[in-house]
């Protein structure tokens, strides 16, 4: 705001001047995400990204947000609340949407993990990112969002995100029907076919 300005220090604390006076915030004040690259006010609300998470300001302290994917909050390097709003990072991992409804969850209930989805290099999203790489996210007038990485800038519409495929059909290729008394080990052959993203085709058993 006019009268509120942050700052950002190399061990992982924040301060905060705001009409004359200075307040310091680290992990004692709930500030333990690492060093912080990504600062975002909106109303009245600071979002602060950094190496191990993302952290929210409001009613003068910070809470740690949780997500669903760890990996999702990870070295954060640009950060901003759309005009949806949703939540957008620039991430180790890629592009990262929080849709708007698990941000409003995560507001009513600090410690709701948010389920995230990561754009990564299967969806064309390539490119390096380094903790001195702020303001990497910003919204432009006409919805899309524009990402910046090391050697590659790209630009996201979310009014035309592609659909959410339907889980793969697992097929079972070969199982022994009868199992003569006192068997303990059982082999079965299976597969599923993912023509979309084969790269996120995960097994579970």
């Known amino acids: ?100 409804a698990e941000v409003a969850q995560a507001l009513r209930e600090p410690s709701y993990p948010m389920r995230a989805r990561i754009h990564d290099a299967v969806d064309g999203v390539t490119g390096k990112i380094g903790m001195l790489h702020n303001q990497s996210v910003a919204e432009a007038a006409d919805g899309k969002l524009w990402f910046s990485r090391q050697s590659v800038t790209f630009w996201i519409d979310p009014r035309r995100m592609p659909a959410t495929l339907p889980a793969a059909r697992v097929e079972i290729g070969a199982v022994q029907e009868r199992l003569p008394a006192g068997t303990r080990d059982l082999q079965l052959t299976y597969n599923a076919s993912s023509l979309g993203t084969p790269a996120r085709l995960q097994f579970h058993y």
């Open 1 to 100: 705001t006019a009268n509120r300005v942050w700052l950002s220090y190399a061990d992982g604390s924040l301060a905060m001047l705001e009409n004359g006076r200075l307040r310091r915030y680290g992990a004692a004040q709930g500030l333990a995400i690492g060093k912080i690259a990504a600062l975002f006010e909106h109303a009245g609300q600071l979002w602060a990204g950094g190496e191990h998470g993302v952290a929210l300001w409001r009613d003068g302290s910070f809470t740690a947000l949780r997500s669903q994917d760890a990996a999702a909050f990870d070295g954060v390097v640009g950060l901003l609340r759309a005009m949806d709003g949703s939540l957008w990072l620039n991430a180790a991992s890629g592009a990262v949407h929080v849709a708007p």
